[in-house]
Each structure stands twice: as C-alpha cells, then as structure tokens.
C-alpha cells in the first residue's frame, strides 16, 4: 500500500509493522545506474528484474539490521528489534553489517546474537568480517578469543584479514600491538601472510626495534617463507646501526651460507652503519672484500667510507682514499667534496676545507649550499663566529643561503652570548625572503637558556606570532626546563599551565624537569603533585622520569618512598637499567643501608647490566661503607681490567675504606696510583688519609699529608682540621691542638660545633675544665649550637671540677632547649650530684635516668650508693643497690677472670709498701687469710664474693672508701649484732642473700 511519501513503505504481515525510510538510501537509482551493496559497487544496468528486485532486499535487509544496531546500546530492547525482523539471519547478512559496524563491542555482540538466533557456527567469511572490525577500531581485547574458536572451527585468517589487522596497527604507530597479533596467530598455529611479516618488519626497523624484527625473521624461515637480501639488508643495518656487531655479522654469515649473493647495496650499508659506531676495521674488511669478488665501488661506496675515517680521525687515510676516488674523474661527486670538507673542518683544517672549495670550482662545479652549511657547522663547533660571518658573506656569490643556513649562525651567535648579532641575523632572514621556523625559535630559546639570558628568551617566546610560527613541545620544554633549572620554578610552572591552555599535552620530558626542579629548589611537596598530576592526566612515566624521580626522592632523604619508585618502575613494565640500579644503591648508601649493596650488585649482574663507570662508583662506594673492602678493591681492579677510568670518586671510596680499617699503608700506595696518574685529588681523599693516620696516633704522618694538601693548593676544609684536632687530642696533645686550632682560624676555615666539641673534651680530659668553660662561652657567642656530646662533655667536665651548680644549671638549660641528654650526659651529674653530697638530687635524676630507658653505668650506682648510705637514705639506697644487684648477676661470667687478675697483680707487687693499709690491700687480705682474720671468719667465701664483684665493677675511690668502712670500721664493732646487720645491709644490697639480722651467723663473734 503506498502513502502520500514515496520513500515510505508500509509492509504488512501477521507478525507487526516495520516501516523502512528507503528514499535516501536508494537515492542513486534515480538514474539506474548503481549503488555500493556489501562494500562492493554494483551495477544494475543489463541486470534482469528479478536479479535487480534480489540486489534491492539484500540491501534493505543490511539497511534494517544497521538502523537497529545504531538506535541504542546494545540490551533486551535492542535483542527484540532484531528478532522483529524476517527470517533467520544468512551469511551474507551477517558479514555485511560487519563490514559496516565500528564499534567493536557491538559487532561482538550482534556476532553472539546471531550464533544464539541460529543455533549454528559462524562461516569463515563471518569471523574474518569480525576481526576487521577488531582492527578498524584498533581494540583487540578479545582477540584471541576469536582466533581460538576459528583455529577450533579448522580455519584461520585469510591474508587479507592479517595484513590489514597489522597495517591498521603499523599506520597507529602500535607496533607491539602488531607484533602481539602476530604472536597470537602463531600461537593458534596459523600462518600470517608474507607481506604482514615484511610489513611489520620495515616499520620496526624504522624505531630500530631489533629483538622483534630477528624473532619475527626467524619466524619467517620456520614457517617456509623465501627470504630476501632485502630482508636480510633490514636486518643487519638495524642490528649494526645499534652497534650490536656479533648480531649482525651473524646475520651476514647466516645469508651467505644459504647462498645469497651480497650485492652493493648490502656492502654499503655495512660500510656505512659499522663505521658509524666505530667499527672502522671491520667497515675497511667489506670494502677489500667487494672489491675482491669483483664489485666495483661507487660513489656512496667511496662517500660513506670517507665519512667514516673523518669521523674516527683517521683524516689521511680520508684523504688518501678521495684522491684515489676523484683522481680520474671529470666530474667531482658533490656528495664527497660535502663529506671531506665536513672531515677537514671537523678536525679544525679550515684552510684544507677553503682549499677543497676552490678544487671544485676550478673542476667547474659551485659549490653548493650543503658544503658551506657543513663549513659553518664545524666553525660553530669551533666557536669562531667571526670566520663563520665572513664565510658566510662569501658564500653569498656562490649559493644562497637557506634556512638551515641562517639558523647554523644564530645558534653560533647564541651560544657565544651574541643575541643583538643573532637578531640581525633573524632579521637578515626575513629580509632574504625567509620567515624563522619553529627551529629557529628553539635554537634561540635553548642557546638563551644555557646562556642564563632568560628575559631574553621569554621575550622571544612572547614575541612569537602564532599566525605564522606556533611554539611547538620543544619550545615550552626548553623554555620550561631554563627557567626551572636557574631556579625560577613558578614561572616554569606557569609557562606549564599556559601550554595546557593552548590545548598541547605535556611529554613525559616537560614533566621530569618539572620534577626535578621543584625537588632541587626544596619543594619537595610540589615535585610530588606534578608526579600525581603527571598520572591524573594520563600521561605515561618513561624510565627516564622513574629514574630521575626515584633520584630527587633518595636525595630528600625519602628513603622508603625511593624504594617504592623503584618497584613502580618494574610494576611500569620497565626493566631497571643500570641508573636505576646506581640511584638506588647511592641512594641507600647514603641512608646508612650499605649493606644491601651486595645483593643490588649481584641483581644488576643476574639482569646482564653492563657497569658504567658510574655505577662502579656507587657499588664500590656501598663495599667500603659496608665493610666489604676487599670486595671494593676486587671491583677497583674488574673496573680497568674493563676499560673504565678509576674516577677520584673512585679512589676516594677505597681510599676512604681502607683508611677506617687501619690498612693505611695500602690505602697510601692507592693514593699514590691516583697521583700518578693524573687524577686530580680533592680535599676529600687528603681528609681521608689524615682521618686515618691521625687515629692510630701516627700525627707526622698526618702533618705531612695536611703539608702536601696545602701545596697543592687546596685549602684544608672543616673535616679536614676536625681530624686533625681529634688526633691530637686522643694522643693528649692539646697544646700542640690549640696551636691547631689557631691555625685553622687564621686559615679563614670557621670553627663548627664539632671542632669546639673537640678542644672541650680534650681539655676536659687534662683537667682543663675552667679553659674548657671558655672555649664553650666563645661556642656560644659565635651561634653554634653545641650539639649532645658538646654538652656531655662540658657537663662532665663541669662536674668533676666540682662546679656542680654551673655544670647542673647547664644540664637543665640544655633539656630546656629541646635536647635529648645521652646516658653519659646522666651519668656524669649523679656522680657529680654524688660527690658534693646531694644524694637526694642524685637520686632523683637516677630515676629519670631509668624512666627514659637509658643506661646506669655500674661505678654510677655505686657512687651514689656511697653519698645515699652517708645521707642515711635506705630506701633509696636499695632501689640503687637492687639496679646495682641485677648488674652485677649480668655479668656473672666475669668474676672468675676477676680472681685471676687479683692474682695477676698479687704477683707484680700490688702488696708493696705504698699500697699497704689502702681498701684495696685490705681486700686482699680477706681474700688470702693473711690477715684481718676476724672479719673473714666472719662473712665466707659468698661474702668475699659479693665484695670483689663490687670492686670489680667499680673503677673508683668512692667503691674502695665504702668497701673500707664496711670491712674494717663497722667490723670492729663488738656488739655482734650490729656487726651482722652492717653484713646483712651490704649483702641485701648486692645480691640475694640470706637475711643474716635474723639468724646472725654463728661465727660472727667479737
């Protein structure tokens, strides 16, 4: 039944109405000619009616299902438009709505809709529709899921299908996606066409991706395809360019053997590509070699070996072969007169250069453009700008200058600091009809930035006009890293935001030097919300941002953070490479966890990283900071026997390790090895050695190398004179180090906390306290702040002078302002607090002592034992004698060394007339019966035992004078009981013994 519209037909049928809008979609019969049916053009013209009313249905049949697929998401509702339709979906229709359709998850579905409506499998035709649509989108999630069920069905992708699948790949630039699909067919034992193979092969080679190019040749001649010298010339240039030689004169050999003939082209790209990575006598061997099986070389032939000699400075045998090459020619070759007036320049033969220029004029040839650009590029190098201004001006008479001429001198004149001569030179240009390019800007914005001219180069970033030349990434990039390097860090970041808004999204490049200059400059915190910005955006980490990342976080002292990046970068996909190994290990050094060196180095050589010399440095550094000195020097020696220079870093690591383990005479042939050759040692390596002499008390030694520092010119830093002074003041030589210490003050090198930390202990250690007082109020009005030990020291000393007021106010003064007083510091003003009869006080600071955690020395205990027994303090007095009690237990094992040593001394004359009626001598007498024979009847042998644990433990007077009173002056008591209860005290106090005030012992007896 026909409407008013003629472009709408109304169907009826017993099931429902479907209305088709057919009008444009038939549009091109409006001259019967034809219409495109299934991707294909057909015609309608000689076609009989009934084949023509077939083609109609066909297409409106495709028409229908499409309209469908495209009114919604895929769901229920859209499953019952499809059932709505007639019959049962063919072949042919399923395979044109998929030729149509480009989202690849609604052809998966209609794909599985139809398998479901017929309850059959798919044709070939069908499943290859389908992965066409896989590759038009580029998504290929379910791929092999697709080639499973064909490879199960017995039939694979056509030809057709795997060349496109991979060329849609290669156009994207998704080389591994590509590689992948190839990958994945071989899997499910299919054979990719020949051209997708040479396809995929060409656009790696274009990257100089060399690993999947080999596994995919070698896939090739598995699979039966004839290889060509072609292929064979891909490969090889690939592999040599990357200077993987054994790979490819592998490749070369392989060839041969199976009969190839190499041909010139082959012999000129080995040339060409082994002589550019320095392969030179392996470039001159094919060159001999052509020539001996008759091929005759040309012109590229001789060029490129000529390119190669310049660039290794073999500059004779250069010019020996370019006589041989030009000698019977008429005609110069242009391209050889270019590359030997490159070589001429490049080693700094100007006058050879303007002389090779004039050959070829008198041979009637002009030179042309590239040869005065190459003359202008080596002058550059050279830094002459001024020869590069007059070669210029005459260059002018024999070709014109081009935009690759003009930007040579404004990169000259940048980088010589020219800008004003470089902007007559932009100028110049335009003038000549040639308008600056984006390099042009580039060379000028970079130039200016290493130049620290950096207005200059944001002037001519603002001064850009972006109707003719737009700043592209290389413009905000450069501009962006200048200004944060020079650390204008806020305006790197802006010029970051102004590049957001003109819609350019930032590399991975823009954000490392965002990184790294917001570390550098201290802001840490900032450097870590690029990072998170970095992601948010979606832009992916290289491993040269990881690396620099993980290097700013070790050096903000970010320890765990640093770890964590470096699994990040294998959790990335990357592979550590040998940076990445060489942060993290100095990284880890320096937070004091050298010992985790040996298994970085052992991980380094397991993932066949090839050492450079920087990582020799850090993993010979981590050894000698961990002790595995030995290790170090094995390294030292694997480090040359490998072609690496030992850096003064190097030798400074080693120097250094050796030096703090007393092997001194070693580490003084090292330091000589240096010398000898060359290296510039600093101040670092003499501080070393010094350090190390002067610890073993060889201080002339020291002197002589500070002598040699200080002739060499340098000038002895802080460390330096701090090693020195603690020599001397371990030797007791403190006259001679403050003679030192004026000299290092008359030297212009300031005095530190440390070096005052030094003169006080020294003269503390002499007796020098009031001295010592002075040093610590000149400490003060200089502003350095002393740090722990400065204070211990001056406490201590304070306190056994007996100035126990100024040495407690100082105690206080220092918790006061936030310092942490170490176990020495407390110990040093109970015994003061002891001695000058302040037993209370003492005490009270005893237990502040144990409530922090520190530790109580056991001569501690026992002097404030004393001044608590003398103040009649008992209660206190055995809470001491218990922590004094529970010491001695701990170190139960010694008291059988004690009474040989006793003997020991007994033998040497301890019991001489000078040591007679002392407590010591008493002592003695306990234990030998010798005499006092009273009070030893009276305690046994636990007793003795008790008191010689007491005196063994404490290395004063204070234990000998409470031994004495207890032994001699409370024992001649003779009330029986009081002479128990004085044991009794003694004993409870020291160990767990029986409670003799009880059942006083029967031989306790006036």
Known sequence: MLLRNPGIICRVNSNCWSVFNISKKLSSLSDGSSFELDGKVVSLVGQSHEENSRIIDRRKGFDDVYDILQS????????????????????????????????VNLAINFFRWVEKKTNQAHCPEAYNALLMVMGRSKRFDCLEEILGEMSLAGFGPSNYTCIELVASCVKSKKLREAFDIIQTMRKFKFRPAFSAYTTLIGALSAVHECDPMLTLFHQMQELG????????TTLIRVFAREGRVDAALSLLDEMKSNSFHVDIVLYNVCIDCFGKVGKVDIAWKFFHEMKAHGITPDDVTYTSMIGVLCKANRLEEAVEMFEQMDQNRKVPCVYAYNTMIMGYGSAGKFDEAYRLLDRQKGKGCIPSVIAYNSILTCLGKKGKATEASRIFEEMKKDAMPNLTTYNILIDMLCKAG?????????????????????????????????????????????????????????????????LGKHGRVDDAYRLY???????????????????????????????????????????????????????????????????????????????????????????????????????????????????????????????????????????????????HQPTVVTYGSVIDGLAKIDRLDEAYMLFEEAKSKGIELNVVIYSSLIDGFGKVGRI?????????????????????????????????????????????????????????????????????????????????????????????????????????????????????????????????MIEGLSNTNRAMDAYTLFEETRRKGFNIYTKTCVVLLDALHKAECLEQAAIVGAVLRETAKSQHAARSWFFGYLADVQCVGLQSSRHKNTP???????????????????????????????????????????????????????????????????????????????????????
């Open 72 to 103: 919604g998401p895929w769901g229920p509702a859209l499953e019952n438009n499809l059932s709505l339709l007639d019959g049962i979906p063919q072949p042919e229709l399923v395979i044109g709505v998929l030729r149509r359709l480009k989202d």
């Open 700 to 828: 002339d030694e020291a002197y002589l190398i500070l002598e040699e520092l200080m002739q060499k010119g340098l000038k002895p830093n802080v460390y330096t004179w701090n090693c020195l002074l603690d020599a001397l003041v371990k030797a007791e030589e403190i006259n001679e180090a403050l003679v030192c210490f004026q000299s290092m003050k008359d030297l212009e090198c300031a005095p530190n906390h440390v070096t005052y930390s030094i003169i006080i202990n020294g003269l503390c250690m002499v007796r020098k306290f009031n001295k010592a007082f002075v040093f610590w109020q000149e400490m003060q009005k200089k502003d350095l702040k002393p740090n722990t030990i400065t204070y211990t020291t001056m406490i201590s000393g304070l306190a056994k002078a007996g100035n126990i007021a100024d040495a407690y106010g100082l105690f206080e003064r220092f918790k006061k302002s936030g310092g942490v007083p170490d176990s020495g510091c407390y110990n040093a």
């Open 418 to 482: 020219n800008l004003e001569d470089a902007l007559k030179v932009r100028d110049a240009m335009k003038e000549a009809g040639l308008f600056p390019n984006v390099m042009t800007v580039n060379i000028m914005i970079d130039r200016l930035c290493k130049a620290q001219k950096l207005d200059e180069a944001c002037s001519i970033f603002e001064g850009m006009d972006h109707k003719i030349c737009s700043p592209d990434d290389v413009t905000f990039c450069s501009l962006i890293d200048g």
């Open 920 to 1006: 010591f001598h008493h002592l003695l007498n306990l234990l030998n019966g010798s005499s006092c024979s009273r009070q030893r009847s009276m305690m046994e042998q636990p007793l003795i035992c008790i008191l010689v644990n007491i005196l063994f433990y404490s290395l004063g007077n204070s234990v000998d004078l409470m031994l004495y009173g207890y032994s001699h002056s409370k024992c001649t008591s003779t009330n029986t009981s009081d002479n128990a209860f004085q044991w009794n005290h003694l004993l409870q106090l020291t160990c767990n013994a029986p409670d003799f005030s009880v059942n006083p012992p029967s031989k306790l007896v006036s």
């Open 225 to 232: 395809y004839e290889v060509t010298v072609h292929l064979f």
């Open 497 to 643: 935001e102004k590049m957001l808004d003109s819609d350019r999204i930032p590399n991975a490049v823009v954000y490392t030097s965002l990184i790294r200059n917001f570390f550098r400059s201290g802001r840490k915190e900032d450097g870590h919300k690029i990072y998170k910005e970095m992601v948010q955006r979606g832009c992916s980490p290289d491993l040269m941002l990881l690396n620099t990342y993980m290097d700013c976080v070790f050096k903000a002292g970010e320890t765990e953070k640093g770890r964590a990046l470096f699994e990040e970068i294998k959790a990335q996909g990357f592979i550590p490479d040998v940076q990445s190994y060489s942060i993290l290990n100095h990284g880890l050094v320096k937070a004091g966890f050298a010992r985790e060196t040996y298994q970085l180095f052992h991980a380094m050589k397991e993932q066949g990283c090839v050492l450079d010399t920087r990582a020799y440095n850090t993993v010979i550094d981590g050894f000698c900071k961990s002790g595995k000195v030995d290790k170090a020097y094995q390294l030292l020696e694997e480090m040359k026997s490998k072609g």
